[in-house]
């Protein structure tokens, strides 16, 4: 007879990243920035207190809050209800959010292997920063981020943003006058699963 498989005691907390169908890819992502982002949080283990974003950077010209993103509806927790998204926008949570950029050369991990135009503040107050090293950004409850915009890329780098809260949501603003994006996207993309879209990134 056969020995019944022992129930391991830590097995719920090892979790594979998950790409939910409820999550609104970012139109003009497509062909920069990977259109979903790998997802941790709550929905993956309830007991967890922060919610986790992946994204790989491997071309210039778009971003977050630039103006490009096609809005629309996101449903992270369990029976929520979906609440609408204008991607295009800065915004604000109610929690601390951390950004990570870092580099993919093994020879040098300093180096992020691109350019980043990050703005923070809101306004005629919003402050521009140019990060060009594996850099973390650390953003306050409360305080306007973006636009996060890709300004260059010679080697794809990875951006990683962890909220500490189990479920994303934000307050949107308008974009900075100041704001001007360097590299201008191309247009004409078709959103994922759209007649005519070609999932090029293999996804």
Same mark, same amino acid.
């Given at each position: 007879?056969?020995?019944?498989?022992?129930?391991?005691?830590?097995?719920?907390?090892?979790?594979?990243?998950?790409?939910?169908?409820?999550?609104?890819?970012?139109?003009?992502?497509?062909?920069? %920035?990977?259109?979903?982002?790998?997802?941790?949080?709550?929905?993956?283990?309830?007991?967890?207190? %922060?919610? =986790?974003?992946?994204?790989? %950077?491997?071309?210039? /010209?778009?971003?977050? /809050?630039?103006?490009?993103?096609?809005?629309?509806?996101?449903? !992270?927790?369990?029976?929520?209800?979906?609440?609408?998204?204008?991607?295009?926008?800065?915004?604000?949570?109610?929690?601390?959010?951390?950004?990570?950029?870092? /580099? *993919?050369?093994?020879?040098? =991990? *300093?180096?992020? +292997?691109?350019?980043?135009?990050?703005?923070?503040?809101?306004?005629?107050?919003?402050e521009q920063y140019i990060i060009n090293k594996s850099t973390?950004?650390?953003?306050?409850? +409360?305080?306007?981020?973006?636009? %996060?915009?890709? !300004?260059?890329? *010679? !080697?794809?780098?990875?951006?990683?943003?962890?909220?500490?809260?189990?479920?994303?949501?934000?307050?949107?603003?308008?974009?900075?006058?100041?704001?001007?994006?360097? =590299?201008?996207?191309?247009?004409?993309?078709?959103?994922?699963?759209?007649?005519?879209?070609?999932?090029?990134e293999g996804a």
């Amino acid at each position: 007879m056969a020995e019944a498989k022992k129930e391991r005691k830590f097995a719920k907390y090892v979790n594979e990243f998950s790409r939910p169908d409820e999550y609104v890819p970012h139109e003009s992502h497509f062909g920069n %920035i990977s259109h979903q982002p790998m997802l941790f949080d709550a929905n993956n283990v309830p007991e967890a207190h %922060i919610h =986790v974003e992946a994204f790989i %950077i491997y071309a210039p /010209g778009d971003g977050f /809050g630039v103006g490009n993103a096609t809005g629309g509806f996101a449903k !992270r927790m369990p029976g929520a209800k979906p609440y609408p998204v204008p991607w295009d926008k800065p915004m604000r949570h109610a929690w601390p959010e951390t950004f990570l950029y870092y /580099g *993919t050369d093994p020879k040098d =991990v *300093t180096d992020l +292997g691109g350019e980043i135009e990050y703005w923070l503040g809101e306004g005629d107050e919003a402050e521009q920063y140019i990060i060009n090293k594996s850099t973390a950004v650390y953003v306050p409850a +409360g305080v306007i981020h973006c636009p %996060i915009y890709v !300004r260059k890329v *010679t !080697r794809p780098f990875m951006m990683v943003v962890v909220l500490e809260s189990p479920n994303w949501y934000g307050e949107f603003v308008e974009i900075p006058k100041a704001f001007k994006a360097s =590299v201008p996207h191309p247009k004409g993309y078709i959103m994922p699963g759209q007649p005519g879209w070609v999932d090029k990134e293999g996804a």
